[in-house]
């Protein structure tokens, strides 16, 4: 797997290459928006709603909205001072904290963190350290376009970051939506209850909850296909979007076919000349390197 990030990890003066990998994937099916009448693709164009024309993207600006209608405006090169590094950067550990502290409700996307040299003494002594005092470290990060918060942790062999959000992006509680206050629980009510959590209790497993969404909708694709319920978009703007077509597909056995034929002896009606003889030389040769691409 490719990394797509390469930087370093550092604790106190202890630096660590390390590079990031894709550790999740989006398998939700995703639905295209298409005529009914003819089944093509639906253009989701950008308009100018005042000038009345379509605009390509180099006349698009960026704007935030402080008030209801009004942005205040900034440049791309505006923009870019709030970026972070875009392919290096560091993962910057400051602090170590029990897992169980942090609510999960602050964790997002995790992806995982391989050694970025072949010296991993100090990736290997940190994951070491980690397992042994059941720690994880609460990192910043400077991820594509901006700085992030994130945990890094032992997983297996490696080191999982997981990306978190920042308190102020988490919604407290409102006070309506606790429970009304009732009775407690009677004492038969208390047992049934726990002998239904022991009952149901085991270790998890994630591969017995599969997405059962995604799994149906890939089982009426494929009846779908089978049943010749298939659109093809026709559009203008679809041909032309077709990549370019590729080398042609050699038929092998066609070729030696042909090598054959071209190779065979003459029958004994005509005898060839040696200069007529060298001539195919050449022919026969071109003829291999054709079946060879």
Not at 144 to 153: A, G
Not at 205 to 220: C, G, K, M, T
Not at 235 to 245: L, R
Request: charged content about 30%; hydrophobic content about 35%.
């Amino acid at each position: 797997m490719r990394a797509f990030w390469s930087g370093e990890m550092s604790f106190g003066l202890v630096t660590i290459p390390a590079k990031l990998y894709t550790a999740t994937k989006d398998l939700t099916p995703q639905f295209h928006q298409l005529h009914k009448a003819c089944g093509t693709r639906i253009n989701l164009v950008r308009r100018c709603g005042k000038c009345e024309k379509d605009l390509g993207w180099d006349e698009i600006g960026k704007g935030y909205e402080v008030s209801k209608n009004e942005y205040a405006l900034f440049t791309k090169e505006e923009l870019a001072k709030f970026d972070g590094a875009e392919e290096h950067g560091s993962i910057e550990i400051v602090e170590f904290v029990d897992p169980l502290e942090v609510d999960l409700a602050f964790i997002e996307k995790s992806y995982w963190l391989g050694p970025g040299s072949r010296n991993v003494r100090g990736y290997n002594l940190l994951r070491s350290v980690l397992t042994e005092t059941k720690k994880v470290a609460v990192a910043k990060v400077c991820l594509r376009t901006r700085t992030r918060l994130c945990l890094v942790r032992p997983r297996g062999r490696l080191f999982s970051v997981d990306m978190m959000r920042f308190a102020e992006e988490l919604v407290e509680a409102d006070a309506e939506m606790a429970p009304v206050e009732s009775k407690a629980p009677s004492d038969g009510e208390r047992a049934l209850a726990l002998h239904l959590v022991k009952q149901l209790s085991g270790s998890f497993e994630p591969s017995r909850h599969p997405d059962e969404y995604r799994n149906a909708v890939l089982a009426a694709v494929d009846q779908k296909i089978e049943a010749g319920e298939v659109a093809r978009d026709t559009s203008p703007e679809s041909e032309a979007a077709k990549p370019t077509a590729g080398p042609a597909v050699i038929d092998l056995e066609e070729l030696l076919a042909r090598s054959i034929k071209a190779t065979a002896k003459p029958g004994p009606a005509k005898t060839k000349s040696a200069p007529a003889a060298e001539q195919t030389a050449p022919k026969h040769a071109s003829s291999n390197k054709k079946g060879r691409r």
